[in-house]
């Protein structure tokens, strides 16, 4: 199933941290800097799990915890060892995708990317229209 893949593609990183924390240094190493509230809502969890997952991450010195735009806010960052991993992540999932495209043909990989791409556009748009009825706000 889809969980036990993700579970066993962390483990083909070879930093020893676990798919959550795995998660999370993508996340930041793709959007940079970012409150737990919107971890939790890219890695589809509660913010008590995202403060549990930073807490490791921050023992480890991979992420530090600093100051947001209010008073009350935090922003987790990654540290310069933090991105170092975080590009071992998006590595592992070249590797992954390479291996799982290897006899395709080039033909194939441009319709797969093209589709891929549609694909993502009509989700988008889908879930900006279940965040515009009223009652999911």
Known sequence: NSRRFRVLHAGE????????????LYVLGWHGPSQPSFLAEQMACGRANVSKVVNGLEEGGLVTRGPGGDAR?????????????????FAAGRVMLE???RDW??????????LTGRFAAAAARY???????PESK
């Open 99 to 101: 291996e799982l495209t």
């Open 13 to 24: 990183i070879s930093n020893g941290l676990d798919y959550p924390s795995n998660l999370l």
């Open 105 to 114: 043909s080039d033909e194939e990989l441009v319709t797969f990317a093209t």
């Open 127 to 133: 879930e900006q229209r279940l965040e515009s009825k």
């Open 73 to 89: 806010s935090v922003v987790v960052s990654l540290t310069a060892e933090g991105e170092r991993e975080a590009r071992a992540v």
